[in-house]
């Protein structure tokens, strides 16, 4: 799904996990994913515990995929968002480009604060991987002046 993988710097990770900690604690989710559409994790928050997240993440995007079919049947583009509430905890998934926001809630929490905490997140986090994927790096990293003729030149 995606053209081109997503390459994160270690404090761009942390900002991430940052933006996610606190829409955890703004929303009062008990566990807060990013994962791209291709149902790669990117990053995580929260009570985590015993639940399979690459399985969580993997059906996330599965789920997206699938709804996004419906949505083109009937006209749309795709479904911006998802939720599903179940007896005792429920998930959100809002789609962000190419990533998606899946957030598991509980009782301590609503749809409606989730969906409102979740839609002011989504504007931070597009531009964050905007930037990222413009490539907005420092070039103090040790790789930075490393080009494809220099990596061939070990190899041969």
Same mark, same amino acid.
């Given at each position: 799904?995606?053209?081109?993988?997503?390459?994160?710097?270690? #404090? #761009?990770?942390?900002?991430?996990?940052?933006?996610?900690?606190?829409?955890?604690?703004?929303? /009062? *989710?008990?566990?807060?994913?990013?994962?791209?559409?291709?149902?790669?994790?990117?990053?995580?928050?929260?009570? +985590?515990?015993?639940? !399979?997240?690459?399985? &969580?993440?993997? &059906?996330?995007?599965?789920?997206? *995929?699938?709804? =996004?079919?419906?949505?083109?049947?009937? =006209?749309?583009?795709?479904?911006?968002?998802?939720?599903?509430?179940?007896?005792?905890? /429920?998930?959100?998934?809002? +789609?962000?480009?190419?990533?998606?926001?899946?957030?598991?809630?509980?009782?301590? /929490?609503?749809?409606?604060? +989730?969906?409102?905490?979740?839609?002011? +997140?989504?504007?931070?986090? *597009?531009?964050?991987?905007? @930037?990222?994927?413009?490539?907005?790096?420092?070039?103090?990293?040790?790789? *930075?002046? $490393?080009?494809? @003729?220099? $990596? !061939?030149?070990?190899?041969?």
């Amino acid at each position: 799904m995606a053209d081109t993988p997503i390459l994160l710097r270690e #404090q #761009q990770y942390h900002q991430i996990k940052a933006v996610l900690a606190r829409l955890r604690m703004d929303s /009062s *989710a008990k566990v807060v994913f990013l994962v791209d559409k291709d149902g790669q994790e990117i990053a995580s928050q929260g009570e +985590v515990g015993n639940l !399979d997240t690459t399985s &969580l993440a993997s &059906l996330a995007a599965g789920n997206v *995929a699938a709804t =996004g079919g419906m949505a083109q049947l009937i =006209g749309e583009k795709e479904f911006p968002t998802l939720s599903h509430e179940g007896e005792k905890e /429920s998930i959100h998934i809002s +789609v962000i480009g190419r990533l998606l926001l899946v957030i598991v809630f509980d009782d301590r /929490s609503s749809l409606g604060l +989730v969906k409102l905490r979740s839609k002011q +997140v989504s504007h931070q986090l *597009a531009t964050m991987f905007e @930037e990222i994927a413009a490539g907005d790096f420092d070039d103090d990293s040790p790789f *930075a002046g $490393i080009t494809d @003729e220099d $990596i !061939d030149s070990l190899f041969s």
